[in-house]
């Protein structure tokens, strides 16, 4: 009977977590003549919403909207027009059972934005105002200071500048001759190099002490305060800097299991967990990750099925993506040269609501390797990769699994394949 008694008691548990509550978004906007809002769920790639945006009508300064959710995270609000324009600072806001009131400004008045309703908003606003308190006022010098810099012409270093006027000097559209150009650019960047020593002194060493102990009290406050909050600061971390930050990955890692245990059906767990078992696994040395996935004719195949006994590129990329094409034009002519000695390409595409445009692509580029899809992230492998909010991602792998490379340039391509194949 106690067995009984239990099982009833979880299963409506679990009902009561997963049942579908009521959230309503009601509220003003100031000093601006905006007619749309689009509603996101910060959860959702960009490029879905965009497929199929909700939209929000803003009828002589008022909005009312009414949505249903079953899971607390974080959504947020775009002005329409901005968005149109390219330029846009998203509204954060968590749904609560019952209504929310916001006041909404234009761009520049934003810290005058209210939102009103629901213990996580509160909690969110309460995190925003101790940060503003303990970190705006070194921020703001530290950027009067970048300002004046760049006036005066002292911020880039010679070196960078050339490469910025190489960069205008091309067509937006020849992503061939910017992808070497972006390259350096990232290079330099990387290295402090893009930078004049006085930038460096005056401006890029105290801010980024300044960011390493912002997080470090944002992962104290994190660790101190679990909630969905808090969980939302980790998952827009991982999305946003944990790729190219050890000290985000080295803080990530430290509170996430509590998270996971406290959260472990959360969407939030599921996407940080793949995330950073990606970063950890998809590392020059360690074995990559073999998936499952749809060909452009729908069958499913096992990557490492095809690739197995051979040294293989395995390219992720986009028919949307310019900056993916244009390294994969790079590769075509090595693939050519070295595809009957042993060397595979096989191409990943992240596409959405159908494979047209990655059929056209190809043919237009004429990637003559295999061609798999990855659509509307089914089986969630950019996300496994590590990389759900990048632009793509190349892998160089051994006959035995083995990661030989990530995102090698061209002449390092070929000059591992001389090694292993020639």
């Given amino acids: 009977m106690r067995r009984a008694t239990l099982t009833i008691l979880t299963l409506l548990t679990t009902i009561g977590l997963f049942a579908q509550k009521q959230c309503v978004i009601k509220g003003e906007i100031v000093s601006r003549d905006s007619k749309g809002l689009l509603v996101r769920k910060c959860s959702e790639s960009f490029r879905s919403f965009l497929n199929k945006p909700t939209k929000v009508s803003i009828k002589k300064g008022k909005f009312d909207y009414t949505f249903q959710y079953v899971e607390s995270e974080a959504y947020e609000l775009i002005f329409e ?99 070497p150009i972006f390259q350096k650019r990232e290079e330099l960047e990387k290295t402090h190099a893009r930078y004049t020593e006085e930038a460096k002194e005056l401006f890029i060493d105290p801010y980024d002490s300044l960011l390493k102990v912002e997080l470090v009290w944002r992962y104290e406050y994190i660790k101190n305060n679990p909630s969905i909050v808090s969980f939302y600061f980790i998952w827009s971390d991982v999305e946003m800097k944990m790729k190219d930050n050890p000290q985000v990955t080295q803080l990530v890692t430290s509170v996430f299991p509590i998270y996971e245990k406290n959260y472990p059906e959360h969407i939030y767990t599921k996407i940080i967990g793949k995330q950073v078992d990606g970063l950890r696994t998809i590392d020059i040395g360690n074995k990559y990750i073999d998936v499952k996935v749809p060909s452009i004719d729908g069958d499913t195949i096992q990557l490492s099925s095809v690739i197995q006994n051979h040294v293989s590129l395995i390219d992720m990329w986009g028919s949307w993506c310019g900056p993916c094409i244009a390294k994969s034009r790079l590769v075509v002519p090595i693939y050519e040269q070295y595809k009957g000695k042993g060397f595979k390409v096989v191409g990943i595409a992240r596409e959405f609501k159908n494979t047209d445009a990655v059929k056209r692509r190809i043919s237009k580029e004429q990637f003559s390797w295999l061609n798999l899809v990855e659509l509307d992230d089914k089986q969630n492998i950019w996300n496994t990769y590590g990389i759900s909010n990048g632009t793509g991602l190349m892998v160089l792998v051994d006959r035995d699994g083995t990661i030989l490379s990530i995102d090698p340039k061209p002449e390092e391509l070929e000059k591992i394949l001389q090694q292993k194949l020639d």
């Avoid at 600072?89 to 059972?97: C, D, E, K, L, V």
């Fill in 81 to 179: 027009d901005e968005l149109e324009k390219g330029s846009w600072r998203a509204i954060t806001f968590f749904p609560t059972n019952g209504v929310i009131e916001l006041k909404l400004h234009p761009q520049d008045e934003w810290e005058k934005n209210t939102i009103k309703g629901g213990e996580l908003n509160a909690e969110f606003e309460e995190y925003q105002i101790n940060n503003r308190k303990l970190f705006d006022k070194r921020r703001k010098q530290l950027m009067e200071t970048q300002d004046d810099l760049s006036e005066r012409d002292e911020y880039d270093s010679p070196e960078y500048k050339e490469l910025t006027r190489q960069l205008r000097a091309t067509k937006p559209d020849d992503h061939e001759a910017r992808i």
